[in-house]
């Protein structure tokens, strides 16, 4: 599992990849894919257009964050808590969202829910 100290690192390098301004051969492009990201605090951090796919973010507190274009597809994100972060173009197919929390999210664009588990999902506006 990642620190809250190692995953703050990587979204200000991040931000600077996509804004050009890393240096040279420090340009890096996370992909969580199949991470076991269990209760990984991800609150107030962006990330736009990463694969979670496959990943374990069981737990997980990713509260203000942003999720622009990013892939859930398949993860476990039981009792994952996500209050007010915001989804643009994001995909939960298959996922299972068993018991998350999305207290005053904003959901835009397209979201794509297919064959995900919604079972005592808690939504607050």
């Known amino acids: 599992m990642m620190t809250r100290e190692e995953l703050v690192d990587l979204a200000e390098r991040y931000s600077r990849t996509l804004n ?4 040279d051969g420090e340009e890096v492009y996370p992909d969580f894919s199949n991470a076991d990201l269990k209760g990984a ?11 979670f796919v496959g990943a374990n973010l069981e737990g997980a507190n990713l509260e203000g964050a942003f999720f622009p ?3 859930f597809t398949g993860a476990n994100l039981r009792n994952a808590k996500f209050k007010d972060t915001t989804f643009i173009n994001t995909c939960f197919k298959d996922a299972d ?9 904003r959901f835009a664009e397209d979201l794509n829910l297919e064959g995900a588990i919604l079972t005592n999902i808690n939504k607050e506006d």
């Open 20 to 23: 050009g301004n890393a240096d």
């Open 41 to 51: 605090d991800f609150s107030g951090l962006g990330f736009y257009d990463v694969s």
């Open 69 to 71: 274009c990013s892939d």
């Open 97 to 105: 969202l068993r018991g998350t929390s999305f207290d005053e999210c």
